[in-house]
């Protein structure tokens, strides 16, 4: 995230000319912080042996989407296209709830 904000094109969709905090205040900013966040809970519960019970761990996996999600939702409902809450929800979480349940059920 630092080498991003710094202005490396790290980001995917990112480019020379919208790069950096320029990027990250766009749609995505709030699922880029919502990422910090979840790797901080998710050391934190891995510190805490969270990692050696596979019902921990899944609890701990969900806390870590839900860590993304809301302010990558919050931040999402924001943008001037954002039309409702319903329209942040279609294109900013429905499209990807299949594929992390499937990863949470092969991760635990």
Same mark, same amino acid.
């Given at each position: 995230? =630092?080498? %991003?904000?710094?202005?490396f094109d790290v980001f995917a969709g990112s480019?020379?000319?919208? +790069? %950096?905090?320029?990027?990250?205040?766009?749609?995505? %900013?709030?699922?880029?912080? %919502?990422?910090? =966040?979840?790797? $901080?809970?998710?050391?934190?519960?891995?510190?805490?042996?969270?990692?050696?019970?596979? $019902?921990?761990?899944?609890?701990?996996? =969900?806390?870590? +989407?839900?860590?993304?999600?809301?302010?990558?939702?919050?931040?999402? +409902?924001?943008?001037?296209?954002?039309?409702?809450?319903?329209?942040?929800?279609?294109?900013? =979480?429905?499209?990807?709830?299949?594929?992390?349940? $499937?990863?949470?059920?092969?991760?635990?």
């Open positions: 995230m =630092l080498i %991003g904000t710094l202005g480019s020379v000319e919208k +790069n %950096g905090l320029t990027y990250m205040m766009g749609g995505t %900013g709030g699922y880029l912080l %919502g990422y910090v =966040l979840a790797t $901080l809970a998710l050391g934190y519960f891995a510190e805490k042996g969270w990692d050696r019970s596979a $019902l921990k761990m899944a609890a701990a996996m =969900l806390i870590g +989407n839900a860590l993304i999600y809301i302010p990558g939702l919050a931040w999402l +409902n924001t943008m001037p296209y954002a039309e409702s809450v319903a329209w942040t929800v279609e294109k900013g =979480l429905t499209p990807f709830l299949i594929g992390d349940v $499937l990863k949470l059920a092969l991760a635990t």
